[in-house]
C-alpha cells in the first residue's frame, strides 16, 4: 500500500511538472473567472477566445446564438468544422468555455413558445459535442414568475421536461428568475429535477433591496450551478458600494461552493464602450479576491 501510494504521488507530480504553471493553477483553483462572449461584443465569434485571454479571465461562456422566430437558434457551433476551430483555438489559449447561453430566451418567451423543446435539444446536442457541462437559460420578461404568475405552471411544467432531457445527457441547465432565493427554492422543488438549478446572479437581490449574503445562504450549495458575479453598470466591482466581495467570498468559502464567478456587467458609466478595460479591471479585481 505504501508502494503504491508513493507511486501515485510521483506520477501525479510528474503530470503537474509537465504542464505550464497557468495549467497547474487553473487546476488548483477553487473559484474560477469567466466572462461572456455576448457582453464582449463577440457573439459566437473566435475573436471572443483570444480577447478572454487578453482579459485575463479563465474561461468564456459562448451563445447559443440569436432566436427570434427561428424554430431554434442560430447556432454556428452546429457546423463541425467551425466547431472544431473553436476548440482548437480554446485548447491553444488554455482557456474554457464553460457555459452555452440560451440568451435568446431573454425576449422570447420559454413558457409559450412551439416547439421549445428543439431550442433545448440543440443545446444539449452542442453541450456534449463541446463538453460542456452546465447551460444558461434565462425566463426573460415574458415569463417573469414574480410579476405574471400565471405563467407558473406552465414554466414548471417545461422546466421538468428541460430537466429530464439535461438530467439524461449528463448536463445542467442553470435557470435565471427575478423570484427570492426562498421563492426559488420551493421553485426547485416543484419543478423537482436534478438537471434544473439556479445560474445566480448578484444583481437580482441587489436592485430588490435583499440580503446578497444570505440569499446565497438560503439557496445553499446544492441549488446554485453558477453565479454571474457582477452589479448594475455604473462602477467596476472594486468601486461598487452595494457589494463587499470579501464577504462574498466568506459566505461561498462557508458554504463549501465552488465553481465559475462569470463578469456580466459592472461596466464603468464613463467609458461604457471599453469592453477590454471594463472586462479587465473586473476579472483581475475577482482575482485577486477569489485566486489568492
Known amino acids: 500500500m505504501k508502494k503504491l501510494s508513493i ?21 488548483n483553483q477553487k473559484y474560477k473567472i469567466g466572462v461572456i462572449d ?7 465569434k473566435l475573436g471572443a477566445l483570444t480577447l478572454t485571454k487578453e482579459i485575463g479571465a479563465d474561461g468564456v461562456e459562448i451563445d447559443m446564438g440569436g432566436l427570434g422566430k427561428r424554430p431554434t437558434f442560430e447556432n454556428a457551433l452546429a457546423n463541425d468544422s467551425i466547431r472544431t476551430v473553436f476548440l482548437n483555438k480554446a485548447k491553444e489559449l488554455n482557456i474554457e468555455m464553460f457555459s452555452l447561453a440560451m440568451t435568446g430566451y431573454y425576449a422570447q418567451s420559454f413558457c409559450g413558445r412551439e416547439g421549445y423543446k428543439k431550442s433545448i435539444e440543440d443545446c444539449i446536442k452542442t453541450m456534449q459535442l463541446m463538453n ?23 414554466v414548471v411544467a417545461r422546466l421538468k421536461v428541460a430537466g429530464e432531457m439535461a438530467k439524461k445527457a ?15 427554492v420551493k421553485l426547485l422543488k416543484e419543478i423537482g429535477s436534478d438537471g434544473i438549478k439556479i445560474y445566480f446572479n448578484f444583481s437580482s437581490p441587489l436592485k430588490e433591496g435583499r440580503d446578497l449574503y444570505k440569499e446565497l445562504k438560503i439557496l445553499g ?38 465553481g465559475w464567478l462569470v463578469i456580466e456587467r459592472s461596466r464603468d458609466a464613463n467609458k461604457p464602450r471599453d469592453v477590454k ?16
Open 7 to 27: 507511486a501515485i504521488l510521483v506520477t501525479t507530480m510528474t503530470f503537474c511538472c509537465s504542464l505550464p504553471l497557468e495549467s497547474i493553477a487553473q487546476i
Open 38 to 44: 455576448l457582453m464582449l461584443l463577440k457573439r459566437q
Open 132 to 154: 460542456i457541462k452546465i447551460a444558461f437559460l434565462p425566463l426573460g420578461v415574458q415569463c417573469d414568475l414574480k410579476k405574471d404568475p400565471a405563467v407558473r405552471d406552465s
Open 170 to 184: 449528463g448536463v445542467i441547465i442553470g435557470i435565471e428568475t427575478a423570484l427570492s432565493a426562498s421563492e426559488e
Open 221 to 258: 450549495k446544492k441549488n446554485i450551478c453558477m453565479i454571474h458575479c457582477t452589479n448594475k453598470d455604473g462602477v467596476w466591482l472594486q468601486n461598487d458600494p452595494e457589494i463587499d466581495m470579501k464577504k462574498v467570498k466568506a459566505t461561498l468559502d462557508k458554504m463549501k461552493w465552488t
Open 277 to 292: 478595460g471594463n472586462f479587465g479591471a473586473n476579472t483581475a479585481f475577482l482575482k485577486s479576491v477569489f485566486q489568492q
